[in-house]
């Protein structure tokens, strides 16, 4: 029956039918130009979306080809470095077989200590021997890998290269080969030390299911590694448009169109890029077309009915009017309250339309207040009646300041409210806000968040040097009201004054520049654009003689003093910088860089692992306190002296070891502290001090008791030998001497020991 009514509408009526073609005729005009601009946006948008994935993986590849490279860096530096090494050639010469295998047995350790190095080879360039971990010690000929030897006399002192492996395992393996010159003058031969590492990682770091190629060249654009032959190895490869600086660019490669992301490591300049055919991108975008599609035939459909509907809204009250009009029917009271009814009905969907409209208003102001603040909308005379509109008495010659109001320690606060809390309260600010510019005076505030509320105020055109401070009163009430109201702190930028309207964009990035500077403390803080501006925030003297101090104490060891230094350094900061957390986390990363080469001053096989790392990504990003600052430096300083008291205990703990074993050896001579010192080579004081530290007893106490464990084995294994000639053995001068010192130590005479065992 419902069918039935629209079709007798349809036919009968043509006034129906001409509302009817005129509303669907616009509605899939919309729907031509939505899926049009849909199809253009969702290709655009799944292009980007597969060169940022590719983006990423290129990203990884090379902060793993980073990571590795500073891992294999630091294992190459320790051979290069090492002396032993350097005198190869010498104990070959020599027949040292020992020195020549513990040279063997420091490149295994190496090798078996890194997993990415592949082999250590060491080139004795006057002899043409090869030391290498997979052949041992051989000649130049017999060496595997003489081919690449062949062509390092053209290599700089110092090279990295990624080429095809020769290990015969598998053709499509590379190896980055670290090279190193050693020269050492005419009298000594010249020694090339290289690295082959393995490509493990880059596979690893690219793994991925799709047609995406990756491809590697070097500073000079050939190419080095190529996945699966996507072009030749040693080929140039530099496709046209590498530096459009998009996110992606086109080329064509072997004839087919390919996407390319690529990226540049900073460490050798080589070009890293991801490839993938134009045919796979729009193959897998069939699908979002084909949805499209399904959309538009749906929205044509729902156009048909949206035209009915909207047809019969305006056709069924006019019908009813021109029926009640030509009718004398007895049942007018009942047509005249369906008009009513009607009536009734059409002033409340203008309600909801006036709520609508309002709310349209509100979000044309905001877009209008931004492209004023952003300097979009400067010419007065252009939006001069916009201004009026919008109830801002803003003349053309007024002069003007801003305020950024930026909430302190923004990640805390989010991190501790709902984003229902976050949003009630950004609302309570911004009500504080416009009832202060309200009661100030001619202005206007524009909401952009917690951490950017921006308020313009316009001084009118009677300006004057004198008005400035009046100005800056204004502020100063601003931070009075938020203190009162909100338990959480801010900081307001403040500009300085600038005439005209097209500058109000000036002040508003003097505000934003102001709260960049600003360091976060207890209180609400004013930061004036004038004082940052004449560099009274800026330049200051470094606390070199502090810095000196804490040097001293890492070296010495002495971790209190050192807490109490760092707490005079940052005391130091805070009484020489006044609200520039950029000079701090400057003064900061300063005292780390000189304290981390001082520590590889005293010790270059210190391991930091991620604790340099950690105290940066602390010091740059995430801290705003002067004290968290501290205490990111403090971790840094216990781990790394809990690492020097460890190494030094071993230390100690061997050096003691060679000492009770040289006392036992030589327990037969005239052994004293000051003879032990000197063949040591250490003072008598230090000798006695670590002794007593390790071992709990005093050395001249050990040496005795060693002499008696020494007589006592003696007089009882030897029952014939006479005292005389077991107290010469030990070490005793005389008979009485001895005999003394065992019965003080067994309060028996030896004769008496002797008898009674």
């Given amino acids: 029956m419902r069918i039935k009514s629209i079709l007798d509408t349809f036919m009968h ?45 290129l990203n990884q590849m090379v902060m793993a080809q980073e990571f590795v490279l500073d891992e294999i860096n630091k294992s190459f530096l320790n051979v290069v470095t090492n002396q032993e090494i350097q005198s190869f050639s010498k104990y070959y010469r020599e027949n040292d077989i020992n020195s020549v295998r513990n040279v063997m047995s420091i490149l295994d350790g190496h090798l078996m200590s890194n997993e990415y190095i592949e082999a250590i080879s060491v080139y004795i360039c006057d002899q043409r021997l090869v030391l290498s971990t997979v052949q041992g010690v051989v000649d130049i000929d017999e060496y595997y890998d003489r081919e690449f030897i062949a062509n390092i006399n053209d290599f700089p002192e110092q090279k990295a290269v990624l080429r095809k492996s ?74 046209e448009g590498r530096e459009q600086n998009s996110l992606y660019f086109s080329a064509k490669v072997g004839g087919e169109d390919l996407m390319f992301t690529y990226q540049e490591m900073d460490r050798y300049k080589w070009n890293y890029y991801i490839s993938i055919p134009f045919s796979d991108v729009y193959k897998s975008n069939s699908t979002i077309i084909v949805i499209e599609l399904a959309l538009c035939l749906l929205m044509m459909f729902v156009s048909l009915y949206l035209s009915y509907a909207i047809s019969v809204k305006i056709y069924m009250p006019i019908k009813s009017i021109s029926d009640l009009i030509s009718s004398a029917d007895d049942d007018e009271d009942n047509e005249i309250q369906m008009i009513k009814n009607n009536v009734v009905s059409l002033i409340d ?8 409209l309002e709310n349209y208003l509100i979000q044309q102001k905001e877009m209008f207040l931004k492209a004023i603040i952003d300097g979009e909308a400067d010419d007065y005379a252009a939006v001069s009646s916009l201004l009026s509109r919008y109830g801002l008495s803003f003349g053309e010659n007024d002069s003007y300041i801003a305020f950024c109001v930026s909430i302190n320690d923004y990640k805390n606060f989010a991190e501790r409210y ?33 951490t950017q509320m921006i308020i313009v105020l316009s001084a009118g055109q009677s300006y004057s040097e004198r008005m400035k401070y009046g100005l800056y009163d204004v502020a100063e009430k601003l931070a009075a009201l938020l203190s009162a109201d909100v338990q959480q702190k801010f900081s307001i930028g403040v500009s300085t004054v600038h ?68 707490e005079e350094f940052a005391e130091y900061l805070k009484t020489n910088i006044t609200n520039d957390i950029l000079l701090i986390r400057n003064a900061f990363m300063q005292l780390l860089f000189v304290s981390v080469h001082n520590i590889l001053e005293m010790d270059r096989s210190i391991n930091f692992g991620n604790v340099v790392t950690e105290a940066m990504t602390g010091i740059l990003s995430s801290k705003e306190r002067i004290s968290d600052f501290c205490d990111c430096m403090m971790e840094f300083y216990d781990y790394i002296f809990d690492i020097l008291e460890q190494k030094q205990n071993s230390k100690n703990q061997g050096f003691i070891d060679e000492i009770k074993d040289y006392i036992i050896k030589n ?22 001090r670590i002794f007593k530290d390790c071992t709990q007893t005093g050395i001249k106490k050990f040496i005795d008791e060693q002499r008696m464990e020494r ?38 005479t030896p004769k008496e020991y002797r008898k009674q065992q």
């Fill in 667 to 688: 327990i037969g001579t005239e052994l004293t502290v000051e003879q032990i010192s000197k063949h040591f080579f250490v003072s008598e004081s230090h000798l006695r």
């Fill in 13 to 57: 009526s043509s006034s129906f039918r001409k509302y009817f073609f005129s509303i669907f005729s616009v509605l899939v005009c919309i729907i031509i130009l939505l899926g049009i601009t849909l199809s253009t946006y969702s290709s655009r948008a799944f292009r980007n979306s597969i060169a940022e994935t590719n983006a990423k993986m």
């Fill in 499 to 566: 005439k005209d309207f097209a500058n109000i964009h000036c002040c508003v990035d003097e505000a934003r520049s102001s709260i960049e500077t600003r360091m976060v403390n207890e209180n609400t803080s004013i930061l004036l654009y004038e004082n940052i501006s004449k560099g009274e925030v800026g330049g200051f003297e470094y606390p070199f003689a502090i810095e000196k101090k804490i040097l001293t104490c890492i070296k010495t060891g002495s971790r209190e003093l050192l807490s109490e230094l760092l």
């Fill in 418 to 450: 709902s984003e229902k809390q976050y949003n009630l309260f950004s609302l309570y600010i911004n009500d504080i806000l416009n009832e202060f510019v309200a009661a100030t005076g001619r202005g206007f505030v524009l909401n952009m968040g917690l």
């Fill in 349 to 356: 969907n203008n309600q909801n339309l006036s709520q609508t």
């Fill in 711 to 748: 007589a006592k084995t003696m007089l009882l294994e030897n029952p014939d030998m006479k005292i005389a000639d077991i107290a010469a053995e030990i070490g005793y001068l005389s008979v009485q001497a001895f005999t003394n010192a065992f019965k003080a130590n067994t309060n028996m």
């Fill in 166 to 239: 020769t290990n015969g395992l598998d053709s499509n393996s590379f190896i980055l080969s670290f090279v190193q010159k050693i020269p050492f003058g005419n009298s000594v031969p010249e020694i090339i030390i290289i690295f082959d590492t393995n490509d493990n990682y880059i596979k690893a770091s690219t793994m991925r299911e799709n047609a995406a190629q990756k491809i590697i060249t070097n500073e000079q654009n050939v190419v080095m590694y190529s996945e699966n032959n996507a072009v030749n190895v040693n080929d140039e490869f530099c496709p």
